[in-house]
């Protein structure tokens, strides 16, 4: 098997900053072209853009990204990108840079821990440029980005169900019950305080005492609330915790929501907990009275107000939604039987959505071994038919 470093295969070149032109032109590639093949932007063409055709290799050069690898796209590379195109003194025959790409995807953790730059990294073009490539047959480097290739493809399908299953459950929401912003359906409505048993605040226990994080009380704060349930965290506390500080127990099936962040200039937080848990100071717990609601209808509400309540939101020291106003937001409120067929339909989607993700685990996994196999010469062996 062949080995050669980076700066012996590719020439490697910055892309250029370019503007942007709807109508006409060459597509433009800019760093989220390397996570989504469906963000199409047009510049200019002109002699002086840096073209990326299907076989160079891509890489985020410059900011928060430097370091991820991408391929398989054509256009115009914009300035924080880089091209590593195939020396012409390279036999093309002879090497599949696809097969070099997954490879260096698999180095992208590696590229990132090793950029430059005291406040925006910049990947460096020695370490780079050093990486060292074992480069099988042409046989075997095809039929290895032929298994890689239908895997990521794959994992792609396996994602696009979950957005389109957690997309059905918005749409149900508003056939079921219609626009809350509007409520044509003129239900009563009622003010959220009025829907709860209690709202419960949070708080911080004394990081000067690392025992209170010796638990196994679950402690949410707005970097856990990425996810519609909440039955895991970052950090656990322990019941001394909660008795010297503000902290305190949220029951199960309680609405969780983000006041305080900065995530609030984009999105609103909101989640439900499977289990008891507490909450840091910048966030707020519902209980609700479910003889009233449902914390999947209320759930579902605070989603379709969501782009209503960020239009609200200040910023003094930081993104704050007002609580006093969100509290007092009249929220329609249909038959609860209604509502607990809802929740029926909610809980069928997401049994579905959770074999899904299991199946979406499973092919990381296997992506990870076959990975890890590929590029240690332990999936196939030269001289072996493939």
Not at 80 to 95: F, H
Not at 162 to 176: G, N, P, Q, T, V
Not at 227 to 240: G, K, L, M, Q, V
């Amino acid at each position: 098997m062949r080995k050669f470093l980076i700066k012996d295969l590719f020439d490697i070149k910055k892309g250029r900053k370019e503007k942007e032109n709807n109508d006409v032109g060459v597509r433009y590639i800019q760093i989220e072209d390397i996570r989504n093949d469906n963000n199409l932007k047009l510049c200019e063409e002109h002699e002086k853009n840096i073209l990326v055709n299907n076989n160079d290799l891509v890489i985020a050069w410059d900011g928060a990204n430097a370091g991820t690898v991408g391929f398989n796209v054509s256009g115009a590379l914009g300035s924080t990108l880089g091209r590593l195109r195939l020396k012409e003194s390279m036999d093309p025959n002879s090497v599949n840079t696809h097969y070099i790409g997954y490879y260096l995807k698999s180095k992208e953790n590696y590229l990132k821990e090793n950029t430059t730059g005291a406040t925006i990294p910049h990947v460096s073009r020695n370490v780079l440029e050093s990486i060292e490539v074992s480069l099988p047959s042409i046989n075997i480097q095809n039929k290895i980005v032929e298994i890689l290739n239908r895997l990521v493809e794959t994992k792609l399908l396996r994602q696009q169900q979950i957005e389109a299953l957690s997309a059905l459950k918005e749409s149900i929401f508003l056939d079921m019950f219609g626009d809350p912003n509007i409520n044509a359906n003129n239900y009563e409505t009622k003010r959220i305080d009025e829907l709860c048993i209690s709202i419960i605040g949070g708080g911080t226990p004394s990081k000067k005492n690392p025992e209170y994080y010796i638990g196994n009380i679950p402690w949410v704060t707005p970097k856990d609330m990425k996810r519609e349930h909440i039955n895991y965290t970052t950090d656990y506390i322990n019941e001394e915790a909660i008795a010297n500080s503000s902290a305190k127990l949220v029951p199960k099936n309680s609405l969780l929501i983000v006041i305080r962040s900065g995530i609030l200039k984009h999105t609103l937080p909101v989640a439900i907990n499977t289990k008891d848990v507490t909450i840091n100071q910048d966030m707020k717990a519902f209980v609700i009275d479910e003889s009233q609601v449902t914390t999947d209808y209320l759930f579902y509400y605070f989603k379709a107000m969501e782009r209503s309540l960020l239009s609200k939101v200040r910023s003094v020291t930081a993104h704050n939604l007002n609580f006093n106003e969100l509290k007092k937001l009249e929220a329609p409120i249909p038959d609860i039987h209604r509502q607990r067929e809802f929740s029926r339909k909610i809980n069928n989607i997401n049994k579905s959505l959770e074999k899904i993700n299991e199946q979406r685990i499973n092919f990381e996994l296997l992506y990870d071994s076959l990975i890890h196999k590929a590029f240690n010469g332990e999936l196939f062996k030269e001289g072996m038919k493939v």
